[in-house]
């Protein structure tokens, strides 16, 4: 059993984690907003980006902020949205499956996923244009069950955070890991600009390093819950 | 960039909650409720698969035959024919079959997008709806304002029934009359030619009452304006019933292929056999019986009462020099096949006479329909059971449309101007091949806002070339909205691109004609919804017009098309809208036929304003056509819109009432108003002038469909596709040896206005003097399937790897010019002389 | 839409799709076995009067199966003889034949050439036992794979004469002794419809009758009826493919024309007859 310090420290780890995949969420979601930029642009969040070795250019912090949205909308039109050749953001097109059922939009990937999010009792937003399985909606899903865990750390000793930890895993397991680091790759090799393609490799680093803390934590946190 | 560390991790996961927490605006919101999960338990996502099966239309071509959509777990699985349909029996092509890969297409356009760049640079930026509307409702308000809302040009390519009647109306009601067809390029001739006969338009073949199919340049078993429902009545008539089937093509089409009988026919020449036809019969006195009772409605002297007896004189005065030996020559069909078909039509009755685009796409093209018509009518073999028929499609009521006056610019949609070359005197259906030449040589201030709806100008008319440089030209065209579902030749030159939904994901009702002449009514649903940002042009029209101000009883196309359904007589009764949503088709159970006997009450010439005009025998009321006292019904503008009945003998009949054209009632053969406009009244043969001093080493260049593509929108499916890849051309092995050219060998086709290169196929199969190429193929845009164009970076299709084709077609449009038949303005497509040699 | 209908041995269904829909739904078990009855034995006959090439079956089929790109589980050939102005074009729709095997013997070669036959369960269908294997034919006649078992050495491509069976890149197999990594794919009579009532996805789908699918067993049915019209058993010479080769398929043409004489492929040359199983308009 977990220790009021500890139970407070796991909920503040989720806390934190969420908050990542709140952020990547928003950042893959649409384009660059002066909002986001703005946030981005602020010394806390570019101290982090300077430690974690970001590199999104001088331009980025220098050149008007409008001239900067436009070009980062059309990056973004370009790389996610087409029309022609574009790196769609969607799991049913990159997730090579065994079966072949991929590759297209609403392939089985997608079906699987919003079976998922429509299992835990979620639903999607009925103004919601996007496809069930893009990359935004994937880590939404990540941020809310993380959220749950955090929640959960908070009452009754821990007891049930595991529960969420469980499908945290399932659904990074069978779903995100599946397609995102590749697709991060693809960013990487086909951005023009710097943002989207340090983003996607910050997403790539941020998924090994969620996959590595969950796993281990995970681990810890199962021993001790069946401990008690 | 370094590696994420608990440390870093730490700030980078503060940094990124206050970002959250700045601003809700940012947040990803696409999931809504909370997560509720039994604890204690093992979360499984559900597995169970839940199958509907919905009753919709297709709509791959513009047959729209309808099919049931199988949707599992909200995905679309599988497309079969609905069995209840009277049209298709159950039945729906290979396109059909393969049209849910459209739905999921990877290279599907999702999103609205302005251009960046110079146009056709193919650079992009996605923009909201709102925004999109919003720049299209503005420019169409300054256009308003300035008492100009004709500089805005609707083009579309494919709109029927709801669509083309509710957006129409849309966009009518903006305050433009500049709309734009694509009929020209379709078979206007034909249309043309009927209206000038038995008004109205549209032939239905009663296959499954005749007795004998007589097929004149059209691959109705591959492909067809209504096809499968036709298609599998012919063959089944055929097999079943012993029906013969005989069919004259240039080459040997899959429809000439299943006939009993293949007759090579040269390009453009139907017509003469037509006439030569019509000869014999006259000759042999094949008219007697049914051809001489159908001759007392037809029209065949200048007199209309004039007695039967009169008629046929008249008729085999006309024939006289149309002899068989005369056709052979000019057709390559031999004298005594002309004479022994004529026979075997005219005295196996009932019978049809199917002749479609291969006789039409000419010179003589609407004339070339006429003379069909007088072989129709001679026999007796019109609009009775088994015969070529009026047709009947669904009668749907509309919900309200706004009325609203409109402004067209003049001198764009028919030609050109009268007295200059391809001006014509019938463009009944108009030219649309020529738009874009009108427009440039009107030159700029033309228009100001051009929307293309499902429409490619730039791929789906002749020279093709100079299509792409004139919509280049923002001088010409200052701003073009393209609304279509995939990226495509057409799309690439637009300034603004609306993503339309599928077909799968809509609603209409359908009114296609229905093979039983009964009048099938059925409808089309959303089978999913609508990916991603896409949205149903009807919709998007109906947003613009209310921001302009102008109320509609429904904001959406669904909520039009289900206001229709349920306020039509018959199907209201049924149920409306429940009862058509949960059985896709409904039908009175009752055959048109003889349409023209139809008695009119006496009331109805007692109407104010009703007169007789003794020239035509029409009464038709000249007070709300605005005529004079003494005016004639023939040279009155639009007199035919106030027909009333025309009087035979002592009765009053609804005849073969006028559409488009100022006709009287009777099936008129012989036409006032082709003789006013300086042709024969009766069908003439003219030689094409293009053709005349045709060299030994020229060729007739003629297109043609196959059974696994549409003309220009199916390319990117990947099933359909991987059959038909490319467009090889088809050139006979005595043509190919004279040339040096070997099966697969590059080639070079140069017409009068360019030069082409595509690769040969040597076939028997070809008619010598003549190269077939296909006309779907070619595409420099599109998706991967269709051009090649595929995706940057790793791999995001399985079947990728399995694409085995690197050519993807040379399109024909290249090297064939915009020219209109000389009396209805119809492209020429089969009238193009060509050289060959190899590459 | 319409009810769930049982299947009648006398005929698999013509309604097609609307029932796999529902049975789909209900989860509808395997009604195939009527032991009292006896097995059915399934055939198909082809009407080459009727086949007009349209490829509606072809496309049904790659629908129905997500079929990759390049395979193809049912073709149509074109066939062309003759010179201009009498030349001739016929349309010949190809399947697994699902042969009996020799008379001698009842195997056909795929089944006889796979090393894993009757690794697989063993089953009952009827009154009849049997096992599975990676490729086998069921007591009903139709010949099936069983990729669970299949080890990958692509001896049943080799052996069919026919050459309808591809490597399918979308089948990836288990077996840890497997040879190669991906399986293969044929034509299955739509067994899973079938199994349904529902007749085969290509029949379904043909407008114009082309197809026919159905239990010889019972001299009532549609096919029964159209061997014993044109006497399709009684002379496989003209009424099969490769008829010397003594597989006896199961896939019988009604030819009055005379169109397979036209019709021929290098069947022993492997990559020939692999490439003639292909779709393509040229």
């Given amino acids: ?228 | 960039m370094a590696q994420l560390t608990r440390r870093n991790f730490m700030k980078f996961a503060v940094a990124s909650g206050a970002v959250l927490a700045a601003g809700e605006g940012m947040k990803s919101k696409a999931l809504a409720g909370d997560i509720k999960t039994q604890t204690g338990r093992d979360f499984s996502p559900t597995t169970k698969k839940e199958r509907k099966a919905i009753p919709s239309a297709c709509w791959q071509c513009v047959s729209r035959d309808s099919m049931i959509g199988f949707v599992e777990d909200g995905r679309l699985v599988k497309l079969e024919g609905q069995p209840k349909s009277i049209r298709g029996n159950g039945h729906i092509c290979a396109r059909g079959q393969a049209g849910l890969t459209s739905v999921y297409d990877p290279d599907r356009i999702l999103h609205p997008m302005k251009r960046i760049g110079p146009r056709g640079s193919g650079q992009w930026k996605r923009i909201s709806w709102d925004e999109a509307v919003g720049e299209l409702t503005s420019r169409i308000k300054k256009l308003r304002d300035a008492g100009t809302p004709e500089k805005f040009l609707y083009h579309y390519g494919r709109a029927k029934a709801s669509s083309g009647k509710l957006i129409g109306g849309m966009v009518k009601a903006t305050g433009t009359g500049s709309i734009g067809n694509h009929t020209g390029v379709c078979e206007s001739a034909k249309w043309t030619a009927q209206e000038m006969t038995w008004g109205g338009h549209f032939d239905n073949w009663d296959i499954d009452n005749t007795k004998y199919m007589l097929i004149f340049g059209s691959n109705i078993l591959e492909t067809h304006t209504n096809h499968m429902s036709v298609a599998h009545r012919i063959m089944h008539a055929k097999v079943d019933r012993g029906v013969k089937m005989v069919t004259f093509d240039v080459r040997m089409s899959n429809t000439a292929a299943k006939s009993d009988e293949y007759i090579p026919i040269k390009q453009g020449t139907d017509m003469a056999v037509f006439l030569a036809m019509t000869k014999v019969i006259l000759d042999k006195g094949l008219y007697k019986g049914a051809g001489e009772e159908f001759l007392e409605y037809c029209k065949c002297t200048e007199k209309h009462d004039d007695s039967v007896a009169n008629k046929i004189a008249a008729l085999k005065k006309h024939y006289a020099n149309y002899t068989p030996a005369w056709a052979a020559q000019i057709s390559g069909v031999p004298a005594s096949t002309i004479e022994r078909i004529a026979v075997e039509y005219a005295t196996t009755k009932p019978a049809v006479l199917i002749a479609y685009r291969g006789p039409v796409t000419t010179y003589n093209g609407t004339d070339c329909e006429r003379a069909r018509q007088v072989l129709s009518s001679i026999t007796g073999n019109v609009d009775a059971p088994g015969t070529n028929c009026k047709a009947v499609g669904a009668g749907w009521s509309s919900a309200a449309i706004p009325k609203a006056k409109t402004k067209k610019v003049k001198d764009i949609f028919d030609g050109a101007p009268k007295g200059e070359p391809e001006s014509y005197p019938f463009p009944t259906h108009h030219a649309s091949h020529q738009v874009l030449d009108r427009i440039k040589a009107k030159g700029p201030g033309t228009f100001d806002v051009a929307v293309w709806y499902c429409y490619t100008p730039v791929f789906a008319n002749g020279n093709h070339m100079r299509n792409i440089e004139i919509v280049k030209d923002e001088k010409l065209l200052p701003f073009v909205v393209s609304c279509d579902t995939s990226y495509g030749d057409s799309t690439h030159y637009a300034d603004m691109i609306m993503p339309d939904a599928t077909y799968l994901e809509r609603y209409d009702w359908e009114d296609m004609v229905d093979p039983t002449q009964i009048g099938e009514f059925y409808i089309r649903q959303a089978l999913v919804k609508p990916l991603g940002e896409a949205r149903d042009f009807g919709d998007v029209m109906i947003e613009v017009v209310n921001r302009l101000g102008i109320k509609t009883d429904y904001k959406t196309k669904e909520e039009y098309v289900k206001m229709s359904v349920d306020m039509t007589p018959g199907v209201k009764e049924a149920g409306g809208w429940a009862y058509m949503a949960k059985h896709g088709v409904w039908n009175d159970g009752k055959a048109k036929f003889y349409s023209y006997k139809k008695e009119v009450p006496a009331s109805a010439i007692k109407e104010d304003g009703v007169v007789y005009d003794e020239q035509a025998g029409v009464y038709w009321n000249a007070k709300k056509a605005h005529a004079k006292p003494g005016d004639s019904y023939f040279k009155t503008k639009n007199a035919y819109k106030y027909y009333v009945a025309t009087k035979m003998g002592n009765k009053l009949l609804a005849g073969f009432k006028p559409d488009k054209i100022n006709k009287s009632g009777y099936m008129e053969l012989w036409s006032q108003v082709v003789k006013d406009a300086g042709y024969n009244a009766l069908p003439e043969w003219i030689p094409a002038p293009n053709q005349k001093n045709m060299g030994p080493n020229d060729m007739h260049l003629t297109t043609y469909k196959v059974c696994v593509q549409t003309h220009s929108r199916t390319q990117n499916n990947k099933w359909l596709t991987e059959i038909y890849p490319n467009n090889h051309a088809w050139i006979n092995p005595k043509d190919a040896s004279k040339r040096g050219i070997g099966d697969g060998d590059k080639i070079k086709v140069k017409s009068s206005i360019a030069e082409m290169e595509t690769y040969a196929h040597v076939t028997e199969n070809a008619q010598p003097g003549h190269i077939h190429i296909s006309h779907h193929m070619g595409h420099y845009q599109y998706g991967r399937y269709a051009s090649g164009k595929r995706a940057p970076e790793g791999r995001d299709d399985p079947d990728d790897k399995n694409i085995h084709w690197k050519w993807h077609g040379s399109h024909p449009n290249q090297v064939i010019p915009n020219r209109g038949d000389r009396l209805g303005g119809f492209q020429r497509w089969n009238d193009t002389v060509v050289q060959v040699r190899k590459a | 839409m319409s009810k769930t209908k049982k299947v009648s041995r006398r005929d698999v269904l013509k309604t097609g799709g609307a029932v796999a829909a529902a049975a789909t739904v209900t989860g509808m078990p395997a009604s195939i076995a009527e032991a009292a009855t006896g097995n059915p034995r399934w055939a198909f006959v082809v009407d080459l009067r009727r086949c007009v090439g349209c490829r509606t079956c072809t496309i049904s089929c790659k629908s129905e199966f997500n079929v990759p790109l390049g395979r193809w589980r049912a073709v149509i050939k074109t066939v062309d003889w003759g010179k201009f102005p009498t030349a001739r074009r016929a349309f010949v729709p190809r399947l697994c034949n699902h042969c009996a095997g020799e008379s001698d013997t009842g195997v056909p070669p795929c089944v006889e050439k796979c090393p894993e036959a009757k690794s697989g369960k063993r089953m009952k269908l009827g009154n009849e036992r049997y096992r599975t294997g990676a490729t086998y034919k069921r007591p009903d006649g139709m010949i099936l794979v069983d990729m669970d078992l299949c080890i990958g050495c692509y001896k049943c491509i080799d052996a069919c004469p026919y050459g309808v069976r591809y490597v399918d890149p979308n089948v990836k197999l288990k077996r840890p002794d497997r040879e190669k990594d991906l399986g293969i794919g044929k034509c299955t009579f739509c067994e899973h419809r079938v199994d349904q009532g529902i007749e085969p996805s290509c029949v379904q789908a043909c407008p114009h009758e082309t197809r026919s699918f159905g239990d010889m067993n019972d001299p009532g049915s549609k096919v029964s009826k159209l061997i014993k019209e044109f006497g399709l058993d009684k002379k496989r010479a003209d009424t099969t493919l490769l008829p010397d080769e003594g597989t006896m398929p199961h896939v019988f043409y009604i030819d009055p024309e005379g169109v397979l004489d036209h019709y021929s492929f290098d069947h022993k040359n492997q990559e020939k007859r692999l490439a003639e199983y292909r779709d393509n308009i040229i």
């Fill in chain 1, 1 to 228: 059993m977990k220790n009021n310090t500890e139970l407070k420290e796991s909920a503040e780890h989720a806390q934190q984690r969420s908050n990542v995949y709140g952020f990547l969420a928003a950042v893959y979601r649409k384009e660059l907003s002066a909002e986001l930029l703005v946030q981005i642009k602020d010394s806390p969040f570019r101290e982090v980006l300077s430690d974690l070795g970001v590199n999104l250019g001088k331009e980025f912090f220098s050149a008007p902020e409008e001239e900067l949205i436009e070009n980062y909308a059309i990056e973004y039109t370009r790389l996610f949205l087409g029309p022609g050749k574009h790196i769609s953001p969607h799991e049913s097109i990159h997730y090579e499956r065994d079966d072949g059922d991929w590759g297209t939009h609403w392939s089985a990937s997608t079906v699987e996923v919003k079976k998922f999010v429509e299992s835990l009792g979620l639903n999607y937003s009925e103004t919601d244009r996007s496809m069930p399985d893009h990359i935004s909606v994937e880590f939404e899903l990540m941020q809310k069950l993380i959220e749950k865990e955090k929640e959960e750390w908070e009452v009754n000793e821990g007891k049930d955070a595991l529960h969420y930890i469980k499908i945290e895993n399932m659904f990074m397991k069978d779903h995100i890991l599946k397609w995102i680091p590749q697709f991060c790759d693809k960013v990487i090799a086909e951005a023009e600009l710097p943002f989207y393609k340090e983003i996607a490799k910050l997403t790539k680093k941020f998924l090994e390093f969620d996959k590595k803390e969950t796993s281990v934590n995970g681990e810890e946190d199962r021993q001790k819950v069946e401990q008690a």
